[in-house]
């Protein structure tokens, strides 16, 4: 392909190995590397892909290969940058898929030689979404036109939008997009642990919003720790959202302790003119019918009511932040929309938010799981901006232990909702 060029994956893990498949299916000759000590088994893993070809290490990618794709975790890419990046082949060009950029230019800047161009990525999904019509942010930071558009050709075969972006714009708007969303699902099932909940017994949580809730907050106690510890901690505006989502939510939390009903009233009508106001005329992202299909649970005869502090918080959040969210939908992910959809469904309806705030006001049986929550979302910002890898990571394996005998159901549910909800809410 183009002149024998060859691309170079170093990272073989869920993301990198789907690269490495969609890129050699498409006729491209891939070198690619794990730690050492995986290379046997990734050898068996690919010996039926003759285009994929295992090597030992980074050196031996680096040097064989035109584009080189740094796939590893954000808290590692300096020290595997500065392992490799001086073996690069000259005049190659180099990038990385770790999702948070600021790291990782820093480290291409201090470790690639000069004559090396800079050309990064991101694909806005996890690597079990099909990468179709789904965002893919591109990073010109330091290369031709030239170089440039041979990136945007060997990732063509993704089928993805393209998404040219600095690497502030893309910190900047991911850190509203993806930080906040995964605070408040990791919130979710930290309170539910708390609690001793499995929330899908529970016929409060059955339903429309709530399988949203249930589903997306196993999806991501599903993945890796690092996916998500990476991007909040490495990237500064996300403490910052992070920490004015948890204040959100104690605010809020408070007016409801109190029965202060007005005020609480007040507020939320005016997030939601700050956040929705120009999107009234809109078609909803997301619709009962879709919502109520995926359940982990038996759905109850009638809805029962939640305060929806979670949702209510958001809203909030976005308003003191002065962030419009619907801005973001060209670089948005999938739990994003999904975060979005389910926030919208209950901020344009009057009738449906009426009844929230009036069960925020006099429904006492909430409380105990209102009140883990907002420990929940507080505990995870002061964990986010300590910056401390292990104490996320503690946390975050404790509760994944506690859902993970749920996870295969989980998981077929979700990538079921996700596949239905993205053909209604596809970027934009
Ligand atoms: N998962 C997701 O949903 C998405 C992830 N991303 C980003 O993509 C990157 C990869 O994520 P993902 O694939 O999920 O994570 P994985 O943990 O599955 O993959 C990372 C791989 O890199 C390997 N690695 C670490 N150091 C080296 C090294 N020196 N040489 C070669 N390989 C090394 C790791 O090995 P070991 O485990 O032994 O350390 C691991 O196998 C991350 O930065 C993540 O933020 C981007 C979009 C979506
Ligand atoms: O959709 C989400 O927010 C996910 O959780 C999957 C994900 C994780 C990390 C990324 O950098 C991009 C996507």
Known sequence: MEGGRSIGIIG?????????KRLSDAGWKVNACDMPDKYNLLVQEFQARPMVEIMPNGHLVSR?????????????????VKAYGPSTKLGAIVGGQTSCKAPEIAAFEKHLPPDVSIVSCHSLHGPGVDPRG??????????????????????????SKHVPLTWEQHDRITADTQAVTHAAFLSMGAAWKANNQFPWESARYLGGIENVKINVTLRIYSNKWHVYAGLAILNPAAQKQIKQYAESVTELFKLMLAGHRSELRERIYTARKAVFSDHRAKDLLLQDEVLDRFSLGKLPEKRLKNNHLSLLAMVDCWWKLGIVPYD??????????MWLGITEYLFRNDELLDEVIDTAITDNTFRADDLEFTFAARDWSSRVSLGHFDGYREKFEEIQEYFAPRFPEASRLGNEMIKTILEKTRGE
């Open 12 to 20: 073989m893990g869920d993301m990198g190995k789907m690269y490495a």
């Open 64 to 80: 064989a290969s035109d584009y080189i794709i740094y796939s590893v975790e954000a808290k590692n890419i300096d020290a595997v």
């Open 134 to 159: 789904q965002p893919l942010v591109l990073i010109k930071h330091r290369a031709s036109d030239d170089d440039f558009k041979f990136v945007e050709t060997v990732l063509s075969c993704l089928g």
């Open 328 to 337: 973001h939908m060209i670089c948005s992910t999938p739990l994003f929309r």
